[in-house]
C-alpha cells in the first residue's frame, strides 16, 4: 500500500471514529430509564441501548482495523530493513 493511499485510508478512518463517537454519544445520552413509564417508552429504550451495542462494536472493529494496518506497516518496514542490511 503506497504511503499516500494508507495516508487516505487512515484520515478516512479518523473520520469515522469522530463520527461513530459523536453518534454513541449522542445516543448514550438518550438512555434513560426513569424516563421509560410506559410500555412503548421501553420498547424504544430497548432500541437505544441496542443502538448503542452495535454502534460500539462498530467503533471497537474500526479501532482493531486501525491497529492491524499499523502492525501491517510496521511489519513492512522491519522486512525492509532487513532486506538492505544484507
Same mark, same amino acid.
Given at each position: 500500500?503506497?504511503?499516500?493511499?494508507?495516508?487516505?485510508?487512515?484520515?478516512?478512518?479518523?473520520?469515522?471514529?469522530? /463520527?461513530?463517537?459523536?453518534?454513541? &454519544?449522542?445516543?448514550?445520552?438518550?438512555?434513560?430509564?426513569? @424516563?421509560?413509564?410506559?410500555? *412503548?417508552?421501553?420498547?424504544?429504550?430497548?432500541?437505544?441501548?441496542?443502538?448503542?451495542?452495535?454502534?460500539?462494536?462498530?467503533? /471497537?472493529?474500526?479501532?482493531?482495523? &486501525?491497529?492491524?494496518?499499523?502492525?501491517?506497516?510496521?511489519? @513492512?518496514?522491519?522486512?525492509? *530493513?532487513?532486506?538492505?542490511?544484507?
Amino acid at each position: 500500500m503506497s504511503t499516500s493511499t494508507h495516508s487516505a485510508d487512515r484520515s478516512d478512518r479518523e473520520a469515522v471514529l469522530d /463520527r461513530l463517537a459523536e453518534t454513541i &454519544e449522542a445516543t448514550h445520552q438518550r438512555i434513560d430509564p426513569a @424516563e421509560a413509564t410506559s410500555p *412503548d417508552e421501553q420498547k424504544l429504550q430497548i432500541k437505544w441501548i441496542r443502538t448503542l451495542g452495535y454502534l460500539s462494536g462498530q467503533y /471497537r472493529k474500526l479501532l482493531n482495523d &486501525e491497529e492491524l494496518d499499523e502492525m501491517a506497516a510496521e511489519l @513492512e518496514l522491519l522486512h525492509d *530493513d532487513g532486506g538492505h542490511d544484507e
